[in-house]
């Protein structure tokens, strides 16, 4: 899966989540973060990718981190 956005600042991933800080971002993007599927959809259309490709992407990662 492509993702189109992995180059851009993690503190526009924060504000789009209406997140608090950029820690809480860089928290997420190293995957220690419960999601919502509200935020699942907000971060699939900054990636501008499919949901469900985000979410395959998600669990083959936590799989092979396991």
Same mark, same amino acid.
């Not at 990636?47 to 490709?53: K, T």
């Given at each position: 899966m492509e993702m189109r956005n992995?180059?851009?600042?993690?503190?526009? $991933?924060?504000a789009i989540l209406g997140m !608090?800080?950029?820690r809480d971002a860089v928290a997420l993007h190293d995957g220690v973060?419960? $999601?919502s599927l509200s935020d699942v959809d907000l971060i699939a259309a900054w $990636? !501008?990718?499919?949901?469900?490709?985000l979410l395959r992407r998600i669990f083959d990662e936590s799989d092979r981190a396991s």
């Open positions: 992995q180059g851009r600042p993690i503190s526009e $991933l924060a !608090e800080n950029v973060v419960a $999601l $990636l !501008e990718v499919p949901r469900a490709a």
